[in-house]
């Protein structure tokens, strides 16, 4: 009975470990602003890479933009990297130490932005992206649109 049982876990394990990894082109994002209709700024919205369009749906699941990948003019990215001061204060109340330590620490927010032209229609939006997603969202929409990230951060403003 012994052998039977362990033979099933060999067989079964390994097999639900591997369908739970199966890549996701939906992404779960933030939408930041722009010409989108139906979405206010940091409302929860989901991003879907298919083929040759990309979907985005509000958080009831109903499709508030549809961009054909050969519309998109560019993608972009960017970070807003900040102290976290606020939580430090909190802290610093209740153990000064420790409040010290997290005033040292800092936070990124992942951007992605995104714009497009197709015939009249023009339009763009920036959303913000979870740490473990914004590098498969790039990948994504830089395979389905051809296009090349644009990275504003390393764009300098001269005068």
């Not at 470990?17 to 890549?23: L, Q, R």
């Not at 920036?126 to 590098?135: G, L, S, T, V």
Request: net charge positive.
């Amino acid at each position: 009975m012994r052998r039977v049982l362990a033979l099933l876990l060999c067989l079964f394990v390994p097999a639900l470990a591997f369908a739970a990894d199966e890549p996701s082109n939906d992404y779960k994002v933030i939408y930041d602003g722009g010409s989108v209709i139906g979405v206010k700024s940091s409302d929860t919205a989901h991003l879907k890479i298919a083929a040759k369009e990309i979907l985005l749906t509000d958080k009831k699941g109903t499709v508030v933009a549809t961009i054909p990948a050969t519309a998109v003019t560019e993608i972009s990215y960017g970070q807003d990297v900040h102290r976290r001061i606020g939580t430090a204060i909190g802290l610093a109340v209740i153990s000064l130490g420790i409040g010290a330590l997290m005033a040292f620490s800092k936070s990124k927010k992942h951007f992605v932005g995104l714009t497009w032209a197709d015939g009249d229609k023009k339009g763009g939006f920036a959303m913000q992206c979870d740490k473990n997603d914004y590098r498969g969202i790039l990948a994504g929409l830089e395979g389905v649109t051809g296009k090349k990230t644009v990275n504003t951060d390393a764009m300098s403003v001269k005068n």
